[in-house]
């Protein structure tokens, strides 16, 4: 196959970039997306030009690294990470738009890499369970419903790859807060904390500048772990809870 | 907590929804006022009448009052969401594509905006009756506990008649609709109320909701275009209403006019003719 | 040199109780006058920050991924095991010890592995406390499956999702603990090396991945928890970044590497389909259940497989293992599957593979069965490979999936630089020769949760706080080192990528030093990696500046690496004149073809140290003296 690849390229978050235009031969079906990067940057190297960045790492669907947008799409044309799709989804001659995952709070860093580390800051804001190691009681001594269970899992799949935030036309971070509020609120070793926690995670989801949910279910439609915006109603709800009645009387 | 709520993304879309579903059952209630047009100018007119009369007068003002601050919550929430909406992504993609999103849902600011000009112009045209050049239809009828009050079945049917404005209604109506179809079906999100097993369900809110905001208010504007009320405010009937006074007219006019309404002077009211 | 492994006296039960009564601890308030560097903060180094952390020492973090939350321990599918004995098997501390021991062919110190059985249990609570989600059954109880090696359902597990979520769980406590400013964390930072003052680990260099400064930082101990070199054979089941570096730099500052030819090969993979493959992606062995593995009798035979009639068929494990047949343990079927195309009767475009067949199964059971058993990884399977394994068989083959050896390490996980901790896969310890499925999430949070923390308190309660050292000489010398290095890598201005050195070394590795080794192929390879080595100091190309984001720059370095650490590797192999677990030398094995172990020779770990550039690595050996389980054969036939 040959390829017109149209890619990003942008040197630091304060560069402004632009598209570089990259005609690609010998593209073969059986290529994952990222291989048919890393035979163009092979391609870059021999002729000692800066390769293409981007972020990549187990290349199987499970560490959230990959973060391009394909045709517009987050992710590209099929359900799953970007690691996971292949060429075999594309024409010949097709021209292929590549670009970063664009929220502000997901500075470029180079090219199509980004920074996350919002995600972070918002996890680090209250997405843990306040127990120290040595204190834990014996596991099974709080039954769990297979339900509940269920359904944290569910939630807690997220990869954090950030493709909610990609695909949301005001690159809201709903989907990601609400699945990892929504796995820790279903659990009882999160509720004690569950008030707090929601509240904390929103101000910081807040402060870090994405935008608002708009209920069009862009996120769930690209999310790779296929997280239902049912998570968001979750969210809020708890919120209200936790904003009008914080304490018990 | 409540003031830390409200600055919070969360409480302003709750703020919105809750504004939202408020406005929407204006609409509906509105609506269902509209349409005793359909059983007569007597039924309309005395809903109407009801409505002034209310609580001796004071029931429309409060009530005014309340959907203008409901309205303008609405609003100004929408420019705030808006403007960090736009924020929140500054450079845009180079190609964009939606998956699931209908028109709708992704063109509510254009929606909203053409309701609020909407909304403006209906104002003028019908509550305070600044637009219609004519205005030959502002007959007063007279009240039980008033003297005269506004032959809003008059003033419908013939405000109307001019095609222009009934498309501009309908178009209107359409935006309406499709602005309440996104609306509607987000409040059992936003307010936190669905339920993974009710999704599918509350989904279709929206949409109902929609069509009888549209179907219901184009049929009045497209009945009247029709025929409706043609024969309304024949002699017999005008024969039972004093004419309005001059002096009378002239207040109303000059109340229009201070209001801001921008219409143009006319020559004064003239009696409807046959 | 001398090895002392510091295993505590008495009966192997109660070892960790004494070492723990004899270890010495820190005043709380002294706690945070310490310091601690973390590498990797995948399950062990996450959960080993955190838990130094509540403690109240200072940590810092550092990994080459953007964020803790990615590290590979994310991968990990199948479970976790622990001696809960929650389905009233029959399972015990005892009988997770034994199982783990023999799993690892004998090759494992005893006291360690017992060690890891013991806190096993501590470890699901922990986990459950955290609110790691795992499987319950309708009652609310916490669900248990089995697994390879194993006749007992101690595996706690996830959906196939297990090691993402207990790494959520670390990675959740960490943040706790980031929050809390006890822990500072580093990401898009890749360690560069190791800083030794008066022969004790005191800090570490680190490139800014983002704007490619190099960094001092300084600290009381370092604990590298930087996983496995897999990467090394190129093509694994590991992410791109898994890398030797950080182990293989402490190897050049004077840390022991242990059984580096310890690897582990995952026989049910998707196979190779072209030059450009990055990846190999693991499928659940449980598909052996139902599949059945063929090729074709004659050789280059390209027929598509539904049209190859019955009797022209090998269901080669079925006929070599009747008994056991499809289910042959990992490392047999995956020989097997290695001797089947050698004799050129593999399958697919480069005939690299084998057919996992489940017409027979269809037929008996029906698709709609097959699908509520395997539907998942039927689609992962399509979704790769475009291919209809309802129609046509899967095409399988081993790949490179876990690596038993790493830095050497004593009981309590040091290694024999002090002050410097090696803990996950990237130490050596306790799975021996072969690693059990559901191990390896046990390891990593046994030393980061319950180990370490222990053990780097003793070792931190014998000195004093040193204060921030960046300044010495020592972090001077070995910061001009990196900049050094990093500079000439950048000069060399050839035509080549790195990819491409990589990929070549892989094969040469995987060719000589995969699944089946001989003393003619090791001795060989050994020729040959320096060869390439040359050639990628003659001929890389390593575009872009050192300032910024330069990722041939990243690979480059770590590239560099493997090709030195390929060759200790293969050394060991060659070294070790046996086969046992994973390291299977054709020289030594049974007449039915079977991985012959000389315990009289061989018992021991290797302990490679570092000798200099171009030298070979000398041998230490510590001896393994099995004084609670006593070898044996394994048979399946």
């Known amino acids: 196959m040959k390829l017109n690849l149209k890619i990003w390229r942008q040197k630091s978050t304060t560069d402004k970039g632009h598209f570089e235009q990259h005609p690609i031969d010998g593209v073969i079906p059986e290529m994952s997306f990222l291989e048919m990067l890393d035979v163009l940057n092979d391609t870059l190297s021999a002729a000692g030009k800066e390769n293409i960045a981007f972020d990549h790492d187990c290349r199987e669907g499970i560490c959230g690294s990959c973060s391009m947008v394909i045709n517009g799409v987050a992710h590209g044309p099929t359900r799953g990470t970007t690691c996971q799709t292949y060429m075999r989804n594309f024409r010949d001659g097709q021209t292929i738009v590549i670009e970063p995952f664009r929220a502000t709070a997901f500075p470029v860093l180079c090219d199509l890499v980004v920074d996350r580390s919002a995600f972070d800051r918002i996890q680090q804001a209250g997405g843990f369970v306040s127990v120290n190691v040595g204190g834990a009681p014996e596991g099974n001594s709080v039954p769990i419903s297979k339900v509940n269970a269920d359904l944290a899992m569910d939630a807690a799949q997220c990869i954090g790859c950030g493709a909610c935030v990609a695909a949301c036309k005001n690159a809201s971070a709903m989907l990601f807060v609400a699945a990892k509020v929504g796995h820790l609120r279903l659990l009882p070793q999160g509720e004690p904390e569950a008030k707090d926690r929601v509240k904390k995670m929103v101000a910081q989801m807040d402060s870090e500048g994405f935008g608002n949910c708009t209920n069009q279910y862009e996120c769930e439609a690209v999310c790779p772990k296929e997280i239902r915006a049912d998570f968001i109603s979750l969210l809020n709800r708890e919120y209200l809870g936790a904003s009008v009645f914080p304490r018990p009387m | ?274 | 040199m001398k090895l002392n492994a510091r295993v505590p006296d008495g009966p192997l039960a109660e070892k960790w109780d004494n070492c723990k009564m004899g270890m010495k601890l820190v005043n709380p308030a002294n706690k945070r006058k310490y310091h601690v560097i973390v590498v990797g903060t995948g399950l062990a180094g996450g959960a080993c920050a955190a838990s130094l952390a509540e403690l109240g020492y200072q940590v810092s973090t550092f990994c080459f991924q953007d964020s803790p939350r990615r590290a590979h321990s994310i991968a990990a599918q199948g479970g976790i095991n622990a001696a809960k004995n929650y389905p009233n098997d029959g399972d015990s501390v005892e009988r997770l010890f034994l199982d783990t021991i023999k799993g690892g062919d004998y090759r494992a110190r005893e006291s360690n592995v017992y060690r890891l059985a013991q806190t096993s249990v501590n470890i699901i609570d922990q986990c459950v406390a955290q609110g790691v989600p795992f499987a319950r059954e309708y009652g609310g109880q916490l669900d248990n499956r089995s697994f390879g090696g194993a006749q007992v359902s101690r595996t706690f597990y996830c959906r196939g999702q297990t090691g993402q979520q207990l790494l959520l769980g670390a990675y959740a406590s960490l943040n706790r603990q980031i929050e809390k400013g006890r822990v500072k964390s580093h990401t898009r930072h890749e360690m560069m090396d190791l800083v030794l003052v008066d022969g004790k680990a005191k800090g570490i260099i680190v490139r800014d991945m983002v704007t490619g400064q190099i960094e001092r930082h300084a600290a009381d101990a370092v604990v590298l928890a930087s996983g496995g070199y897999g990467p090394v054979f190129y093509l694994s089941t590991n992410a791109m970044g898994c890398n030797v570096s950080a182990t293989y730099r402490a190897f050049k500052r004077g840390a022991m590497f242990a059984n580096p030819c310890y690897t582990q090969i995952h026989p049910t993979c998707i196979p190779v389909t072209g030059d450009f493959q990055s990846k190999l992606t693991l499928m659940s062995e449980s598909l052996r259940n139902d599949g059945r593995i063929w090729v074709p009798k004659k050789q280059g035979d390209t027929r598509a497989p539904g049209t190859i009639p019955e009797s022209e068929r090998d269901y080669y494990l079925e006929r070599k293992y009747p008994s056991y047949g499809n289910l042959a343990p990992r490392d047999i079927a995956s020989r097997a599957a290695k001797e089947a195309c050698d004799a050129g009767r593999g399958v697919g475009q480069f005939g690299r593979g084998v057919n996992l067949d489940f017409a027979d199964a269809i037929n008996r059971l029906g698709a709609k069965t097959i699908a509520e058993r395997y539907g998942n990884l039927f689609d992962m399977y399509s979704h790769i490979t475009g291919e209809n394994p309802y129609q046509a068989p899967m095409r399988i083959y081993p790949a490179v999936h876990y690596v038993m050896g790493g830095l050497w390490v004593d009981y309590r996980l040091m290694s024999n630089i002090p002050g410097l901790f090696v803990l996950g896969e990237a130490n050596f310890s306790d799975h021996g020769a072969n690693r059990l499925g559901a191990s390896a999430l046990m390891q990593g949070l046994a030393d980061g949760y319950f180990i370490a923390p222990y053990t780097i308190t003793d070792y931190l309660a014998g000195m004093k706080p040193s204060g921030d050292t960046t300044q010495t000489k020592e972090f001077a010398q070995t910061e001009s080192e990196v900049g050094q290095r990093l500079s000439k890598l950048q000069n060399v201005k050839g035509k080549h990528s790195c990819q491409e050195f990589h990929r070549e070394l892989g094969k040469l590795v995987w060719e000589y030093c995969g699944m089946a080794r001989t003393k003619a192929g090791l001795t060989k390879v050994l020729g040959l990696i320096p060869e390439l080595r040359n050639r990628f100091w003659k001929e890389v190309s390593v575009p872009g500046s050192g300032q910024g984001i330069n990722q041939a720059l990243e690979n480059a370095n770590r590239v560099a690496d493997f090709l030195e650490f390929a060759e200790v590797m293969c050394t060991d192999a060659l070294t070790r004149e046996e086969s046992c677990g994973a390291h299977f030398r054709e020289e030594y094995q049974t007449e039915e073809g079977e991985a012959q172990r000389n315990d009289e020779d061989f018992s021991f770990v290797s302990a490679w140290e570092y000798a200099g550039e171009g030298t070979a690595p000398l041998l230490t050996k510590e001896p393994l003296q099995p004084e609670f389980v006593k070898p044996s054969v394994r048979s399946y036939k």
């Open chain 2, 1 to 274: 907590m409540v003031p830390s709520f409200l600055k919070s993304s969360l409480g302003r879309k709750y703020a919105m929804g809750f504004t939202g579903l408020l406005l929407v059952g204006f609409v509906l209630g509105h609506l269902a006022g509209n349409l005793l047009i359909f059983q007569g100018p007597e039924a309309l007119n005395g809903y109407a009448e009801f409505l002034e009369e209310a609580g001796h007068g004071m029931a429309v003002w409060i009530a005014r009052t309340g959907l203008l601050a409901i309205f303008v919550s609405h609003l100004v929430l929408a420019f705030q969401l808006r403007r960090e909406n736009n924020r929140a992504r500054q450079v845009g993609y180079d190609q964009e594509s939606a998956l699931v999103s209908n028109w709708a849902s992704r063109h509510m600011f254009l929606t909203g905006l053409v309701i609020l000009v909407f909304v403006i112009y209906h104002i003028c045209h019908f509550t305070l009756g600044v637009t219609d050049t004519s205005a030959e239809w502002r007959v007063r009828l007279e009240g039980k506990n008033r003297p005269h009050y506004v032959d809003v079945y008059a003033m419908v049917t013939k405000g109307f008649q001019d095609p222009r404005v009934s498309l501009f209604y309908c178009f209107c109506q359409i935006l309406l609709g499709l602005h309440i179809w996104h609306g509607a079906s987000s409040w059992f999100q936003s307010l936190g109320i669905n339920r993974s097993a009710w999704r599918r369900s509350t989904s279709w809110v929206g949409p109902i909701l929609a069509l009888v905001v549209i179907v219901g208010n184009c049929a009045i504007p497209i009945s009247v275009m029709g025929g409706l009320g043609m024969s309304h405010g024949a002699p017999s009937h005008l024969g039972q209403i004093p004419a309005l006074t001059l002096k009378e007219s002239e207040k109303q006019r000059d109340l229009k006019n201070s209001m801001g309404g921008g219409a143009e002077k006319t020559g004064g009211f003239s009696i409807p003719k046959e």
